[in-house]
């Protein structure tokens, strides 16, 4: 079988692994939503959006209104993801927050040792999270998920189970929030062949504020903490940075830079673009919608648009 293909095209959906990574399920590191993209991933902290479910599941505890959001991902060569979320409170309980994620990796041909085609086959994965969030104290917020893993190879196929904790700590007068998390602390249940390998396991920590005068929220995350580094500054140095400009009632535009992204997709002498996404968000009424483009630098650009409404 033409397994090298097949491993070229996981590798550049898992574009935040980093190279040589030896994790299964990388599809989970994905940004999801279009407007996590645009702000390449840093929503550590953040409020009234289910998609935050898959970043810090305590953020849905900020959830005002239920909401539900829907995107679609267009990625390199014949790669497609979705996800879908849904959030709301219930009273006396706290939030609960439900959602899905989907890859296709599309058709591969099939062949033999001599080359002789055998015809094709498919490969996909989902995850379906369910998480919930309360309020401990004024401001304070904590949440957990679980994530139900399933993935297929040419007739093989893999399970696994995923927890995710987050916290969130919101100082209104300063207008700024705190918010750090452990998110895909799981296991393979079923392996594709008789090992089993260790789940993209993802320590982070990160805050933003809203400058005094300014209509922009700016972020700054730390990912990954937990990945092996010789000192301080290289295990800093997988970081992003998202700024959200309200420019109406109706438009935003969202920058984003993504450190590892960019040392990843480094060719030759530079890097181009690579690292660097954008982004709008349109809201009108209770309806928003969004669009995010992440550039790879020499190797391509990612698509992403996410339809949101609040009930």
């Not at 005002?64 to 959030?87: E, W």
């Not at 895909?184 to 789940?199: A, F, K, N, P, V």
Request: charged share 15%; proline share 3%; glycine share 14%.
């Amino acid at each position: 079988m033409r397994w090298a293909s097949l491993l070229l095209c996981a590798a550049v959906l898992a574009g935040e692994a980093t190279a040589g990574s030896n994790t299964v399920y990388n599809f989970l590191r994905n940004d999801v939503g279009a407007r996590g993209a645009s702000l390449a991933g840093s929503l550590l902290s953040g409020s009234d959006d289910p998609d935050l479910l898959f970043y810090n599941p305590a953020s849905l505890g900020t959830l005002t209104r239920p909401r539900a959001s829907a995107g679609f991902f267009k990625q390199l060569m014949d790669i497609n993801s979705g996800s879908v979320s849904y959030a709301q409170e219930l009273e006396g309980i706290g939030h609960i927050g439900f959602g899905i994620l989907y890859t296709n990796y599309g058709s591969f041909t099939q062949t033999d040792e001599v080359g002789t085609n055998l015809g094709s086959f498919n490969a996909s994965d989902i995850g379906i999270v369910a998480g919930y969030a309360t309020t401990v104290a004024d401001n304070l917020y904590l949440g957990g998920a679980i994530t139900f893993v399933s993935s297929s190879i040419a007739g093989y196929g893999s399970t696994g189970l995923a927890l995710d904790a987050g916290i969130l700590y919101r100082l209104p007068e300063s207008r700024v929030e705190l918010g750090a998390s452990v998110r895909h602390l799981g296991i393979q249940l079923d392996s594709y062949l008789e090992t089993r390998e260790d789940l993209p396991l993802d320590i982070s920590i990160g805050g933003s504020v809203i400058p005094r005068g300014l209509p922009l929220l700016l972020n700054l995350n730390f990912h990954r903490l937990n990945d092996p580094a010789d000192d301080v500054g290289e295990a800093l140095e997988n970081f992003t940075i998202g700024g959200e400009f309200t420019l109406s009632r109706v438009l935003q535009l969202r920058l984003g830079y993504d450190n590892a992204r960019r040392k990843d997709f480094k060719t030759g002498s530079g890097a181009g673009l690579a690292g660097f996404s954008v982004g709008l968000g349109v809201n009108v009424d209770d309806y928003q919608v969004g669009y995010a483009l992440s550039s790879l630098g020499a190797v391509g650009e990612l698509h992403r648009i996410s339809v949101a409404a609040a009930f």
